[in-house]
C-alpha cells in the first residue's frame, strides 16, 4: 500500500501560480505512474497531467497544456504540479494518483491509490 498526501493548494489571483506536492508514503519502492486530476463543483473527476515511473513521459489534457508542469522526484518520493497562468476555470479540488503499472496513463481507472485531494480556487 502507498498513502498520498497532496499540499500546496490554496487561493490565487487570476493569473497566478501554485506549485502542488504529492508526498508518497509506504511502499514508495514499487514503480508508480504518478498522476493529477481535479473536480469542480458539480462536475466529474477529469484528468490533468500524469507522468510515468520509467522515463518521466509526461501527459497533458489539453485545457492546461503550456500552463501546467507535471515533475517527480523518486528520490524524495515526491510528485509535484507547477500550474501557471492560472485561471478560474482551474478552480477544483486536486487529486493525486498512483498507478502501479508505472504507465502514467490518463484513465483514472487505472490508478490504485488516491490522496484526500487539495482545494486550489482561482479569484477572477
Known amino acids: 500500500q502507498v498513502q498520498l498526501v497532496e499540499s500546496g493548494g490554496g487561493l490565487v489571483q487570476n493569473g497566478g501560480s501554485l506549485r502542488l506536492s504529492c508526498a508518497a508514503s509506504g511502499r514508495t519502492n514499487s514503480r508508480y505512474g504518478m498522476g493529477w486530476f481535479r473536480q469542480a463543483p458539480g462536475k466529474e473527476r477529469e484528468f490533468v497531467a500524469a507522468?510515468?515511473?520509467?522515463?518521466?513521459?509526461?501527459r497533458y489534457a489539453d485545457s492546461v497544456k503550456g500552463r501546467f508542469s507535471i515533475s517527480r522526484d523518486d528520490a524524495k518520493n515526491t510528485v509535484y504540479l507547477q500550474m501557471n497562468s492560472l485561471n478560474p476555470e482551474d478552480t477544483a479540488v486536486y487529486y493525486c494518483a498512483a498507478d502501479s503499472y508505472g504507465s502514467g496513463y490518463p484513465r483514472s481507472s487505472d490508478y490504485e491509490h488516491w490522496g484526500q485531494g487539495t482545494q486550489v480556487t482561482v479569484s477572477s
Open positions: 507522468i510515468s515511473w520509467r522515463d518521466h513521459n509526461t
